[in-house]
Every structure is written in structure tokens, then in C-alpha cells.
């Protein structure tokens, strides 16, 4: 695999093994400390960010590599020049690009463009990164994720495009309740059952709010992702009966766990209580992000030394 843009995109035991190496780095990160050491990526940001931007500088440091932050907020990827000059120029000096754009057309075209790996840190239609590090903050808490069920309440934006792009790799079952005029991308059902992992796993979607019976998690994002600002009026209206509030957790009639990608609005798309509950797995998400993209830059930049380590690793494994 060159890129990261699409959790579409993944068979399943690249999926896997993603998830493993994940749990390695997390586990044992002095390990791989210089296994992208000379290495370099760039991130190039056509939107705002604190996650995503932290954890991959912070994930290249602590592999012995370095990141460097090119701000394009106030410009547009294509504009100043063509998005394959921008590819050429950045394939001579790095190794990697992380990039954040509006228009998803605009990182697959980098991908294209570049020689060097590309990372999907967000578009308009998808935030594979995010969806990965929710995955594995699931599989922390339950061991194994399959024939769970997790529910996306909101927008059916990039997050839960994602989501359902992971939980069908995944093996669990998603169910989106958003209102009809801000349903999933009108392929979903189809993704779903082409990378579904389990027969028994189901996607479907929604407008009540009944659907999250039976939910073992609950997700929902911002009903304003970036760029849509102007919306904000038509959006929270048209959202506001699908505010995350204890009441709407309990209707699940189990007791389930709270997710959000971040930034929230505290007190639109989720209560306060509910944000700040026991239940509420907001801030593992957000570490988790930084052990699964340093997973995923080492399965892009140094595959063959992620196999050496996990050969050694299976080997101490099999001797003990
Ligand atoms: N969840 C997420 O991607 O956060 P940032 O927008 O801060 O990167
Ligand atoms: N849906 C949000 C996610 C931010 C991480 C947005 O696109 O702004």
C-alpha cells in the first residue's frame, strides 16, 4: 500500500495488522525510537487542526524523524500552482504527505501526483486516521470488537463515512441516526457489505433517534464540520433533536460509551454531563491518535523493519 486516503481502500489483514502495530508502539515505543530515523514528512493543512497536526509532528519525532508544517488556511491546494507541481517539488525533499483538504478529489490527486506515501488527514468526505484510532480505543476497552454495535448520532459526515468504512472491516455493526437531509454518503450500505468481515454485522440508517437501542457505543461529531460555517443555522436545526444527552444514552438500554472525534461544541452535539461522564472516551480517542498514525507511518516508510521487529517478536513470543 503507497497511500492513506480511503479506509475503502484496505484489505482486511492490512487493517489488522495496522490495529497490532498500533498496540506494539503503544506498548513498547522506545523499540521503534529510530525506525524512521532521516525520515521526513510534511503536513500540509488546508484547515484548522490540533489533533492531527500534534500527533503527526510528535508521532515522526518520537521515530527518530522529523515533520515540518506547510500552512495552506490561507490558500487553497491548486491555486498558487497546480497540485502536481506542489506533488513534484514535495517528493524531492520528503518522504511523506499528511495532508488536510477540503475537496477529497484534491488529496487522491496528490497521491497520484507524488511518489512518496500520502496521508488522508481529512477531507470533506472522509477521516480514515480518526476511524482507526477510534477502532482501537474500542478494542482497549472490549478485547474484541466484533459483533458490537456502535451508533453514529449527527451530521453523517467524513467521521462517520469513516466510521462505517472501519466498523465493516471490523466486523461490528453500524447503525447512523441523523435527520434524512444529513444522512450518510448514498453509497454507504453498498461499502458496507462489499468490506464487510462478518455475516452477521449489519449497516442501516435511520432518522429516529430509537435506532440507538441496543447501541454498545455512541458516537456523534460537531453538526458544523469545517468549511460549512455558513450552514450553521439550517444545521443546528435541523440537528437539535439529536443532542447526545444522558437520557438518549440511557435508551440504549445498555450502558455505553461515549465517542467524539473532537472539536466538540460542548452543549449542541453533546451535553456536558455526558462529555465529562465515566462513560465518555473522548480523550483515549485523542491519545490513541498518536500511537496509531506512528503505526501507520511505520507501515508506510519502513515496512520491512515493522516485519523484522514483528518476526523478533513472535520468535521471544514462541520461546517463552
Ligand atoms: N479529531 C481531529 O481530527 O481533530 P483536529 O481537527 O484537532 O485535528
Ligand atoms: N467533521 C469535522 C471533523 C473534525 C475533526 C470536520 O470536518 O470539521
Redesign the pocket.
Known amino acids: 500500500m503507497k497511500d492513506f486516503l480511503s479506509l475503502k481502500d484496505l484489505s482486511v489483514e492490512w487493517w489488522k495488522q495496522l490495529l497490532h502495530v498500533s498496540a506494539e508502539v503503544k506498548q513498547r515505543p522506545s523499540y521503534f525510537r529510530q525506525m524512521l530515523g532521516g525520515k521526513s514528512s510534511v503536513l500540509l493543512f488546508e ?7 500534534l500527533t503527526f509532528e510528535l508521532g515522526m519525532k518520537q521515530l527518530g524523524g522529523d515533520a515540518v508544517f506547510l500552512d495552506y488556511r490561507e490558500s487553497r491546494l491548486g491555486g498558487r500552482e497546480s497540485i502536481t507541481d506542489v506533488a513534484r517539488n514535495l517528493e524531492r525533499w520528503f518522504d511523506c504527505i499528511v495532508a ?1 483538504t477540503f475537496s477529497h478529489e484534491a488529496v487522491v490527486q496528490l497521491a497520484e501526483q507524488a511518489s512518496i506515501p500520502v496521508i488522508n ?2 477531507s470533506d468526505a472522509e ?1 480514515p ?2 476511524a482507526l484510532a477510534d477502532v482501537f480505543t474500542l478494542q482497549e476497552k472490549w478485547g474484541e470488537v466484533q459483533g458490537k454495535t456502535l451508533a453514529f448520532i449527527g451530521d453523517g459526515n467524513n467521521v462517520c463515512t469513516s466510521l462505517i468504512h472501519a466498523a465493516a472491516l471490523s466486523g461490528m455493526s453500524l447503525v447512523a441516526v441523523t435527520p434524512g437531509s444529513h444522512q450518510p454518503y448514498p453509497e454507504a450500505a453498498q461499502d458496507f457489505e462489499s468490506l464487510s468481515t462478518s455475516a452477521t454485522a449489519s449497516y442501516r440508517w435511520t432518522e429516529s433517534v430509537d435506532g440507538l437501542q441496543g447501541a454498545d457505543a455512541v458516537y456523534t461529531d460537531t453538526w458544523v464540520s469545517m468549511g460549512q460555517e455558513e450552514e450553521t443555522r439550517e444545521r443546528v436545526r435541523a440537528l437539535q433533536s439529536y443532542q447526545v444527552t444522558p437520557e438518549l444514552m440511557a435508551s440504549t438500554g445498555k450502558d455505553p460509551y461515549f465517542m467524539h ?3 466538540a461544541h460542548r452543549n449542541q452535539e453533546v451535553t456536558d454531563s455526558v462529555m465529562d461522564s465515566s462513560q465518555s472516551l473522548v480523550y483515549e480517542q ?1 491519545e490513541n ?1 498518536l500511537h496509531v498514525q506512528k503505526a501507520l507511518l511505520l507501515l508506510l516508510l519502513a515496512p520491512k523493519e515493522v516485519e523484522r521487529y514483528l518476526r523478533l517478536e513472535k520468535f521471544a513470543s514462541w520461546k517463552n
Open positions: 484547515k484548522s487542526s490540533l489533533r492531527t497536526r488536510r488527514g481529512l477521516h486516521c480518526q472525534c473532537l472539536p485523542a491518535r
